[in-house]
């Protein structure tokens, strides 16, 4: 199984055309990471994830330019999720966590190297699998040293999400506060970033992602990083 979907991914990858680089049209340009993925959750058809990475800022969208998307300001941490239909931007200011948290659960992780899997870019992937308190929390496999500087930032958001998820700990009900949640979104969010960077990942719920074409280095316009102007701001704060 594991092999197959490897082999499904790499294949995806390798045999897509070289990437085209945005035309410089009078634009200002900004040089950025990309990385797409199919994305499914519980209940839901599979759909497209983009993530435009640049040392500035994080744009996640469904793919095309004129989607609605979140963008990261990484020097603020700041969360903006940006609606065109309603003309709103969900505004989220980074706060430190102060509440106190509960006992962590116990997290362990199992490795395993499948010397039979393809390689990617000439790395080996690893397949990990997180647990928490003896339950079955994530599996993911991924590739040591691969676009390392789309896991740091991977990880930075993370951290701004779970540094939200702290500080909103109160609002969770008691069905969700499971040891995997604790694990995955308190305790230790970005621990499946620390081995490389994620070409596969799942879990029991029927959340599922994998990793279907990245670029290491190309342009896009700086426009794509700019929040509309005269849009309704708001907060849930």
């Not at 006992?103 to 397949?127: C, F, N, Q, W």
């Amino acid at each position: 199984m594991l092999q197959r979907l490897l082999l499904t991914v790499v294949t995806c990858i390798l045999m897509l055309p070289p990437p085209v680089l945005a035309a410089d049209d009078g634009q200002t340009m900004t040089d950025v990471q990309m990385l797409r993925f199919d994305e499914q959750e519980s209940g839901t058809e599979v759909y497209p994830v983009r993530m435009l990475i640049s040392d500035a800022a994080i744009r996640i969208d469904y793919g095309r330019d004129e989607d609605d998307f979140v963008l990261m300001n990484r020097k603020s941490r700041s969360l903006f999720s940006v609606n065109h239909e309603e003309q709103t931007i969900l505004v989220v200011e980074y706060r430190s966590p102060g509440k106190k948290l509960p006992k962590p659960p116990k997290i362990t992780v199992t490795e395993d190297v499948d010397d039979a899997a393809p390689l990617i870019m000439g790395r080996k992937p690893v397949s990990h699998q997180y647990f928490a308190d003896g339950e079955s929390c994530l599996q993911v496999v991924a590739v040591p040293g691969l676009l390392e500087p789309a896991v740091d930032a991977m990880r930075e958001y993370a951290g701004v999400l779970a540094a939200r998820q702290k500080n909103t700990l109160d609002s969770v009900p008691d069905f969700m506060r499971t040891a995997c949640f604790f694990a995955r979104y308190i305790h230790a969010p970005m621990q499946h970033l620390d081995n490389g960077l994620p070409i596969q990942e799942w879990d029991a719920t029927g959340y599922r992602r994998s990793l279907v074409d990245f670029d290491a280095a190309t342009r896009v316009p700086q426009a794509l990083f700019n929040l509309p102007t005269g849009y309704e701001r708001f907060s849930l704060d």
